[in-house]
């Protein structure tokens, strides 16, 4: 596995445990589905052709943007609810759309919200002519308050993947006639501008050439333009993710918040996903995508009562969970099957196959122990440090170890005497298994206790 390409968020290191519980390794991506860089479209001023252009528009790529409607300017509610329903995030523009809206930071989201249901309710602000109206009740209603170019203000168009400095201040690039972005192209650059920085980066527009528009009127912006860039980012999906302004705040600022924690014990995994954050405007209750070792090529992985999507490949399992949502249980691995002796190495071989297929890998024929236990269960049990130094027991129940290049490895059993002395080669490295119990494996001056069963 090749770690300087997964985006890493949050690292629990498993360590040494004692008893029958261990610590495992379980990371937060940086961005949903485990994405380089997250983009946000927001559609200022609540345009009739919001609704019959860019709705469409959007659905046909099956992405999602944020709508900031202005109250007193009497948007198509109906046709905005219609937009909710189907994911897209509404938010506010303020009550009278004036210079400043200072004194309309609370007011306006009271009336969005008696206009328009959505699940994670009126969150975001977009100010009016992009001047910052009183932060501090900006701060008390919305998760974020948009203002426009970043260079308008001295600061980056993008976002890192921290966020911005002030989340009263969150920039969005200006696109159409008077803004920096006018055609696809301009619009990828940004996107793959934030791929390479794993950051984020927002857009700004109000309505399209040759549409109904309303008092959208400024800056009109070619919906072509905005087409090319969604059949774009759904050809680069696996790198960019695009959903609306307050969905991305909300993973950003739970992932900032939030700890993972994973244990096996008596071959199920308990993955602990909580944070502490708390105010009156969310429940900070959005999906993080996580993922854990793991060596099986089967599981169920369940939170509470709710089974959730689950993927295993490179020898990690993937989900997306809800923090503070309960225990997530990842069980179910292959049941095991008694086997013949000569036929453990060639198991061993296609697990091993399955779990690391972009890792090179070496089979020492020395590490087959004479006496070899015919009969080893599939139980994932790893340990890995800073360094990537990994230590588990595999399917077959091998105790493997990788990146150890050098270091001296040694077993000891349950009574202390050693069981197996030999040098780290670095590659993924069959080391010993030998009968049930519990192991200590040292390598150089690391140890891990790990159970064959
Ligand atoms: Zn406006």
Redesign the pocket.
Known sequence: MNYKKISIAAVTAGMFAAGSAFAQTAEIGTWSGFRKGAASFTF??GAPSHVTDAGPTFKKYGYKATF?L?VNWNPNWSGFQGLADEGHEIAS?SNT?GQNMSGEEASSKKAIEGKIKQKYGIITV?Y??CNVPNESAVKQNYIVGRICNGSWKGMGDEMGKDGPSNWAQVPATMTGAEGQLKSTNDFTGRMQKVIQSNGWAAFLT?GFQGKQNG??N?SPTDLNAIDGALKWAQQNDKDIWVAPMGHVAMYLKERKASKVEASSSGGNITVKLTHNIADNISKYDYPLSIRVKFDGSKAEVKQGDAKLESKIDGGYIYFDAVPNAGDIVISGGEAPKPESSSSVEATSSSATEASSSSRSHHHSSSSTEPGLSSATEALPMQAIDGRHLVAYVDASGYITVQNAQGLNITVFNSLGNVVRTTKGIGMLQKVYTGAKGMYVVKIGNRAWTMNIK
Request: glycine share 0%.
């Open positions: 200022d001023d900031n202005v523009h759309h977009a009016p002519n109000h008092n959208a400024y």
